[in-house]
């Protein structure tokens, strides 16, 4: 039987970004963000990264930035490492960014996802996310997504 770990869902300070960076590169090979993208949207946006640890270790984060109008934002990128998926962590880290865009005035998340990544896009709905439609090469080319919204005020 798998032990359940406590996780602490926090604001993404500067030291985690080492670790936000590797799991990134873990995940996303050279597709992921660099580090040096991750210490700039700190900067930009310290109210949008959320941070997920477990005995101290980062197992996830969520990233939000704003989006051409003032009153909406994107959620930029949720992962939890692999071995600690399945306890929530993704819920948590996503209900963190939706109250922090909903506290700074927004009124809408977007999001994107890959249209097989049927547990995320599971994820979105149940967060009361809805389907705002395919597009095709969204992230570049053969880099179809599913955009997704979050009306929030």
């Not at 996303?28 to 946006?45: K, N, T």
């Not at 977007?110 to 990544?117: E, G, K, T």
Request: proline share 5%; charged share 15%; hydrophobic share 45%.
């Amino acid at each position: 039987m798998m032990q359940k770990l406590l996780s602490n869902i926090c604001a993404g300070q500067a030291e985690d970004i080492p670790a936000i960076s590797a799991l990134e590169r873990a995940y996303y090979g050279v597709e992921s963000y660099p580090a040096g993208f991750l210490y700039q949207a700190l900067a930009q946006w310290p109210q949008g990264l959320w941070v997920a640890k477990q005995e101290h270790q980062v197992t996830g984060y969520a990233l939000v930035a704003p989006a051409q109008s003032p009153s909406e934002y994107w959620l930029m990128a949720a992962l939890v490492a692999e071995q600690a998926r399945g306890q929530g962590l993704g819920e948590k880290l996503c209900a963190s960014a939706i109250t922090s865009c909903a506290e700074l005035g927004a009124s809408k998340l977007w999001l994107s996802v890959a249209p097989d990544n049927h547990g995320a896009i599971r994820l979105y709905r149940k967060l009361g996310f809805v389907d705002g439609g395919q597009h095709a090469d969204f992230l570049g080319p053969g880099e179809h997504r599913l955009v997704m919204q979050l009306q929030l005020n």
